[in-house]
């Protein structure tokens, strides 16, 4: 295996509670998927979970810029998920697939944490 693109994001949960106090929906509908709209909200404090969402996604998008066209990749093209097992996995599509397919990419590795004050991602994309 070999890392080909590495990414890490922090993000305060003081900044994406003041984001969902002041536009609330709009938050879930322009920045997460659906489904990650529909995990945040079924949570005790919603706000933790799309702080470690964005800062997966960020750290996502960091690892996978380098051209000019990867600055176009928008949050919904990159989707926090679980998989079978409980550990975070990520789901791209349109320019962050496109991205990840000129990068020859095979894996996504995702790390997250987060607190009631702050929330971390490490993304590392790498090839088998």
């Not at 489904?35 to 799309?50: F, G, I, L």
């Not at 962050?96 to 790390?111: H, I, K, M, T, Y």
Request: hydrophobic content about 45%; charged content about 30%; overall charge neutral.
């Amino acid at each position: 295996m070999s890392a080909i693109g590495v990414g890490v994001d922090l993000v305060e949960v003081s900044r994406a509670r003041a984001m969902l106090a002041d536009k609330g929906a709009h938050v879930f509908d322009r920045l997460l998927t659906p489904a990650e709209a529909e995990y945040c909200r079924s949570r005790p404090d919603p706000a933790e979970h799309v702080a470690v969402r964005l800062a997966a996604k960020e750290a996502v998008y960091k690892a996978l810029q380098g051209s000019e066209a990867a600055r176009g990749i928008g949050w919904r093209d990159i989707e926090v998920k679980r998989a079978p097992d409980g550990r975070p996995d990520v789901e791209l599509t349109g320019l962050a697939a496109r991205r990840a397919r000129e990068l020859r990419v095979d894996r996504v590795l995702l790390s997250l944490s987060h607190t009631h004050e702050a929330a971390i991602a490490i993304a590392v994309l790498s090839t088998d």
